[in-house]
């Protein structure tokens, strides 16, 4: 009997214990766009100078505690041996590491984009991970576009997809764009069928934006996008890259934050932290990158 009451205790001393964990705060790392390429600088980019910023952004994020650290697409310029000089820097990395596939990350000879994910570490091209919680759905904005698509199918679907909107006259329907399949939206769908059966929060990652009209760098078809997420209250944010500017929106309680481009200028960097807490998601900016405090809804 005595046991019984013991495991019992033991037992609600674990729920607790779960419950208080789920909701630590946890700090993670956050790079966009270093875009490298051994190449001469074209106006605003620096594309030579990408190494020795990641460098230092590996330095400084070495230094915390991280639960991982995501870059946010474009590793890389063009030409796939790039990749052999960021990837070294970027495995120095202490933290987990997670990839986003960008445009850039395609601009390699035919015969080797597919091999461009695996050069990455990845073994999905879009793919989630949970941390407390929180699900983190990273995103394929190359799914069908006209660089990152790769399989006969992708690259039809790219063309009926390039070819509905082709009419709306979209300012975001450039050929560096892209889009999300079909498949891809469904699987979205899916995994944030799951994080409302878990009550997990909901955090997004992808190299594009989705939020503000009018916006050229916009997906293709990020409306659909918007859509999907308009339905669930457990989405928080939506992270991207690709505008090197950066950006900030809010709609319907979803902090939609695009990152400077690390590339950019000469002598500056941009890279960030960001401190997930309960309420809030404090992000601690480095050179251009502003802090900020998002407010969790
Ligand atoms: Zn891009």
Redesign the pocket.
């Known amino acids: 009997m005595k046991n019984i009451i013991l495991l019992i205790l033991l037992c609600i001393g674990c729920k607790t214990n779960t419950k208080k964990n789920i909701e630590t705060a946890f700090e993670i790392g956050i790079i966009a ?1 270093c875009q490298y390429c051994n190449c001469d600088a074209s106006n605003t980019r620096f594309y030579t100078g990408s190494l020795a910023k990641l460098k230092t952004a590996v330095d400084t994020l070495n230094t915390k505690e991280l639960a991982y650290t995501i870059h946010l ?2 590793f890389i310029d063009r030409d796939y041996e790039s990749f052999d000089s960021v990837l070294p820097i970027w495995n120095r990395l202490t933290s987990k590491k997670q990839q986003v596939l ?3 990350d395609f601009s390699v000879a035919d015969s080797l984009k597919k091999l461009v994910p695996g050069k990455m570490g990845l073994k999905s091209r879009y793919y989630s991970f949970l941390k407390n919680n929180w699900r983190f759905i990273v995103l394929d904005g190359n799914d069908l576009s006209f660089y990152g698509a790769i399989s006969d199918k992708k690259r039809q679907q790219t063309d009926s997809l390039f070819n509905e909107l082709k009419d709306k006259k979209i300012p975001n329907l450039q050929t ?1 764009n892209g889009g999300i399949s079909l498949a891809q939206l469904n699987w979205v769908k899916e995994e944030l069928e799951i994080a409302v059966v878990q009550n997990e929060k909901v955090g997004f990652y992808c ?1 594009f934006p989705a939020v503000k009209e009018g916006e050229v760098h916009n997906l293709w078809n990020y409306k659909q996008l918007l859509q999907l997420i308009d339905n669930y209250e457990q989405v928080k944010f939506y992270f991207n ?2 505008n090197h500017h950066g950006a900030y929106e809010e709609k319907n309680g979803v902090h939609h934050l695009t990152f400077k481009g690390m590339v950019d200028t000469e002598k500056s960097t941009a890279f960030s932290t960001a401190t997930i807490t309960k309420d809030s998601i404090f992000i601690t900016g480095y050179g251009r990158e502003k802090s900020r405090r998002l407010k969790i809804k």
Do not use: A, F, I, Q
């Open positions: 766009d697409g474009d960008g445009n850039h560096w190299h890259g690709h």
